[in-house]
């Protein structure tokens, strides 16, 4: 058990380590970031704009049309939003319209926290399984392409996020986890053992 939560907790440590360097260091994150031609001017417009405060806000909101609508009314309402969203601009964003306490302290923390979590899951998982040492590396790689498959994918497939950052995500998770499993390959699973 002892080796299991060392393995967990240094495993921890390596995914940590290096989704610093990801995001501080190689920059492939931030190649995908854009910024606006007047960035004070929009920054007006969203504080003007907002209507609830900070959350996920959608351009062009995608809502139902009134109730009290007739048939003909109703269609219309969906013509404009169909075109609004074909025609753009379209934006999907998180917006905190005004001022807000960032820590990048409790940020390194909670960032810590999840790949604790995600390396005792993952460390849990493996303890079942009968695997070379290169096999369990495999076995977490493919556990870093399953993260990336099913939470950046489906940004790509249903809010229009560029291919490229869907594909530096994914490739995040997939090397985040190799470099995990390398380490808690060492800790974690049983060596298949020749029947005689």
Known sequence: ??????????????VFGWEAVSWTALGWHQNGFR?????SAVSE????????????????AMGEPPKIAT????KAFETRQQRALKDGP???????????????GMNLTLSF????????LIAGLMSQATLFYP?????TAAAGLFAGLTADLPMWIWFESPGRDAAVNIADHVIAWVIGGAVLGIFVGKDPVAEP
Do not use: Q
Request: charged letters at 20%; one cysteine or more.
């Open 1 to 14: 058990m002892g080796k299991f939560f060392l393995g967990a907790v240094l495993t921890a440590m390596a």
């Open 35 to 39: 910024t606006f031609r007047d960035e």
């Open 45 to 60: 417009v969203i504080k003007a704009n907002v209507t609830s405060g900070h959350g996920i806000y959608m351009l062009p």
């Open 71 to 74: 048939a003909e009314e109703k």
């Open 90 to 104: 379209y934006a999907y964003a998180i917006i905190r319209p005004g001022r807000g306490d960032v820590s990048m």
């Open 113 to 120: 926290v999840r790949s604790l979590i995600c390396a005792f």
């Open 135 to 139: 096999a369990r590396i495999a076995f």
